[in-house]
C-alpha cells in the first residue's frame, strides 16, 4: 500500500511538473510588448486584421475600422491611454502570443467633454514576421471610490 501511495505521489508531482506551461520567461518579448504599449502613437497601427474590440456598452467590433465607427458614432476621441507602471501583467506564451492585463489613466472627449478615467485593459497580442500586432482588447473603468487601487 505504501509503494502505491507512494508511485501515486510521485505521478501526481510529475504531471504537475509537466502541465505547467512557462509563461513568465521570454524576457525580450515581454519588453517588445511593453514598449509596445508604452510609446504607441496615435498614427501608427498595431491592430491585425481580425481584431476584435469589446466597447464599454459591451458592442463587438469585427475590425479596427468598425471600432473606430462606434467611436464616431458615440462622439468619443481618444486623446492618450498611459499603462501605469507597476500595474501591467504580461503572460507570453510560446514566443508568439501574449496575454496583457495593465491599469491605464485614460483621457478622453466624449461628446465634447473631457473626461479621466482610470481603465483595467485586457489585451491579446500576436507575433507575426513583422512584429506585435493586438488581436483582441477589452476596458472596464475602475470604480476608486468602491476599490481603491493598491500599488504594488
Same mark, same amino acid.
Given at each position: 500500500m505504501k509503494?502505491?501511495? =507512494?508511485? !501515486?505521489?510521485v505521478m501526481l508531482g510529475s504531471y504537475h511538473a509537466f502541465a505547467q506551461i512557462d509563461t513568465t520567461s521570454y524576457p525580450k518579448e515581454r519588453q517588445e510588448i511593453r514598449e509596445l504599449m508604452r510609446h504607441r502613437k496615435p498614427d501608427v497601427p498595431i491592430d491585425c486584421n481580425d481584431f476584435i474590440a469589446v466597447g464599454p456598452k459591451g458592442d463587438i467590433s469585427f475590425s479596427h475600422q468598425q471600432w473606430q465607427g462606434?467611436?464616431?458614432?458615440?462622439? =468619443?476621441? !481618444?486623446?492618450?491611454?498611459?499603462?501605469?507602471?507597476?500595474?501591467?501583467?504580461i503572460r507570453i506564451y510560446e514566443g508568439k502570443m501574449a496575454v496583457v492585463n495593465f491599469l491605464a489613466n485614460v483621457q478622453l472627449v466624449v461628446d465634447g467633454h473631457d473626461v479621466n478615467l482610470k481603465?483595467?485593459?485586457?489585451e491579446v497580442y500576436h507575433k507575426m514576421a513583422g512584429g506585435w500586432c493586438r488581436v483582441a482588447g477589452q476596458g472596464t473603468e475602475v470604480d476608486e471610490k468602491l476599490f481603491p487601487i493598491k500599488t504594488n
Open positions: 509503494r502505491i501511495l =507512494v508511485l !501515486f505521489l462606434v467611436q464616431t458614432k458615440e462622439k =468619443v476621441v !481618444f486623446k492618450s491611454v498611459r499603462p501605469i507602471p507597476g500595474h501591467e501583467f481603465v483595467r485593459r485586457l
